[in-house]
């Protein structure tokens, strides 16, 4: 398997445009996570999804956030409009609970999207 | 609130210097703690899993414990290439919860 697939590796956009970021989850698990990662808060968790579903969104900044999951091999998440204080590391991560347990297994994460807004 | 915290944030040490990581946490319940291993430009690389107070795993050169408010991660004899960011996540005994992460601990290894 080729483990996540994140895309683009490195975004350069100016302040108040669109950005989309995408990702590809490891076949097979059903949950799929998106982070940010900046110097200052470290990894934060935005947004995760059990089979397709959105769960928790709460760590999403505000409404220009949005991430959608329309197939079980495919996630995005878009910015609109972007500030330069969306600058960071955006991850996107995928595991799969084993049956009967509680626990998830552990996250398999992808190389990130560098995001810088001008 | 559920916290976790990582000291020291940064450590140098000399090829050969023993010494341990430390991640503290506090949550209502635990279900599991994970510590990844984090390469500069890279995403986080799971390392361990560790469920209940008194155990321990171990790999290569680390050596994760647990206890009931805080996990260790002993490194043992380092190598420069066992630098990196090594962040520890606690999976809370919550319904739907995913991982709280804390900032990491930088470890920097020199020959």
């Known amino acids: 398997d080729a483990g996540v697939i994140q895309s683009p590796r490195h975004e350069v956009t100016e302040m108040g445009q669109e950005v989309t970021l995408r990702c590809k989850p490891i076949?097979?698990?059903?949950?799929l996570f998106w982070y940010r990662q900046t110097m200052m808060r470290g990894l934060e968790l935005l947004i995760y999804?059990?089979?397709?579903?959105?769960?928790?969104d709460s760590g999403m900044p505000e409404d220009r956030f949005s991430a959608k999951m329309p197939n079980a091999s495919f996630s995005t998440l878009k910015i609109q409009p972007s500030e330069p204080r969306d600058s960071a590391v955006y991850f996107c991560?995928?595991?799969?609970?084993?049956?009967?347990?509680?626990?998830?297994?552990?996250?398999?994460f992808g190389p990130g999207t560098r995001l810088t807004v001008l | 609130e559920d916290q976790v915290t990582q000291s020291p944030e940064a450590l140098r040490l000399q090829e050969g210097e023993s010494s341990s990581l430390n991640c503290s946490y506090t949550?209502?319940?635990?279900?599991?703690l994970f510590w990844y291993r984090q390469d500069p430009g890279k995403g986080p690389e799971f390392l361990f899993t560790?469920?209940?107070a008194g155990e321990e795993k171990e790999k290569e050169r680390l050596k994760a414990t647990l206890t009931k408010k805080e996990s260790f991660l002993h490194i043992t004899a380092p190598k420069p290439e066992d630098s990196a960011t090594y962040l520890c996540?606690?999976?809370?005994?919550?319904?739907?919860?995913?991982?709280?992460f804390g900032k990491g601990t930088t470890l920097s290894v020199s020959s």
């Open positions: 991560a995928s595991s799969f609970r084993s049956r009967g347990l509680l626990i998830q297994n552990e996250q398999f």
């Open positions: 076949s097979g698990h059903d949950y």
């Open positions: 999804f059990n089979n397709n579903v959105p769960i928790d």
């Open positions: 949550v209502s319940g635990l279900r599991g």
């Open positions: 560790l469920y209940s």
């Open positions: 996540a606690v999976h809370p005994n919550q319904a739907g919860t995913a991982l709280i």
